[in-house]
């Protein structure tokens, strides 16, 4: 029986509590990892390492969190993804909601992408 | 000399498991620069030292290839002190290992018992996203450290 979003987001939940050291009320579908958890680059693949023993499942590198999209200059030209970048971030991304990011794709912004929600949204295709 | 926080390994399982020990003595001199009046081995210097259990333990699972840098202190919790004539053990075994990084979980026992708890990540530099280079010579795992682990990897597949 697949799990249901609850209880995929109880232990996406508890897998932030302990990767990152934050209290359980923190963790809402809308924090962002970095902004509001406070993550740094090594807690993403920490994060990575705990999803996949938490649900027994295989995150290949750079599925759940997109990597080589900011060093690609067809995808980046002065500071924000171009549209092809965008639409490459979109397809290698179909788990986060790009609504509010797409207006000002500024790749500072980027980081808002990497919800709790993005992650319970990756999770829930990988137990389904 | 190199900063080394372990006295031996008694333990180690290529890929998997690793125990170190360390006798503190009131020969040593920073016991009394913590503190002067009442000698004790702080627990950073044991995170150290399950640092550098757990992280030899992750260099030799690829051959002492890659460079090991600790990149994350994911737990450390200490329920009691060490002083003088207590031994340490350090218990570190991999939980995973990867490509690009390494995590671990470790026990510390104080005289045999259990007493704190220390997980661990360690970053393979190498292979980090950003594309930086290090120098090529491996400056994490030199002569002692080899040293150190040699002769329980005698014989040892790996």
């Known amino acids: 029986m697949p799990m249901s979003e609850t209880d995929v987001f109880e232990k996406v939940k508890e ?8 209290d359980e009320d923190e963790v809402t579908p809308e924090a962002t990892l970095t902004g509001d958890l406070g993550a740094e680059s090594i807690d ?33 030209q002065n500071g924000r993804l171009t549209e092809s970048g965008l639409k490459q971030l979109k397809e290698r991304m179909p788990h986060a909601d790009f609504s509010e990011f797409e207006k000002d794709p500024d790749v500072n912004k980027m980081a808002e992408l990497f919800k709790v929600q993005t992650i319970v949204n990756y999770v829930k295709t990988k137990v389904a | 000399m190199r900063w080394i926080w372990i006295d031996k390994f008694l333990e180690f399982v290529p890929g998997k498991r690793a125990v170190a020990i360390k006798n503190v003595s009131l020969a040593e001199e920073h016991v009394h620069d913590c503190w002067e009046a009442f000698p004790t081995h702080p627990a950073c210097l044991m995170i150290e030292g399950m640092a550098q259990t757990a992280g030899i333990l992750v260099g030799q699972a ?47 026992l ?4 259990p007493f704190a708890r220390v997980d661990l990540m360690f970053s393979h530099i ?16 030199t002569g002692q450290f080899e040293r150190l682990v ?3 990897l005698e014989g040892a597949d790996g």
């Not at chain 1, 897998?15 to 934050?22: E, I, W």
């Open chain 1, 15 to 22: 897998t932030l509590v302990d990767a990152l050291g934050v």
């Open chain 1, 44 to 76: 993403f693949l920490d994060i990575v390492f705990r999803l996949e023993k938490a649900f027994s499942i295989k995150i290949p590198r750079g599925e759940l969190f997109p990597d080589n999209i900011l060093n690609n200059p067809d995808f980046v």
């Open chain 2, 62 to 108: 690829r051959n002492f290839r890659e460079k090991v840098i600790l990149a994350k202190v994911a737990r450390a919790e200490f329920d009691d002190i060490v002083v003088p004539g207590d031994q340490v053990t350090f218990q570190a075994e991999i939980e995973t290992l990867a490509d690009e990084a390494a995590s671990t979980r470790g026990t510390l």
């Open chain 2, 110 to 113: 104080k005289n045999g018992k």
């Open chain 2, 126 to 141: 190498d292979q980090n996203l950003s594309g930086v280079k290090f120098p090529e010579e491996n400056f994490v795992f």
């Open chain 2, 150 to 152: 040699a002769p329980l």
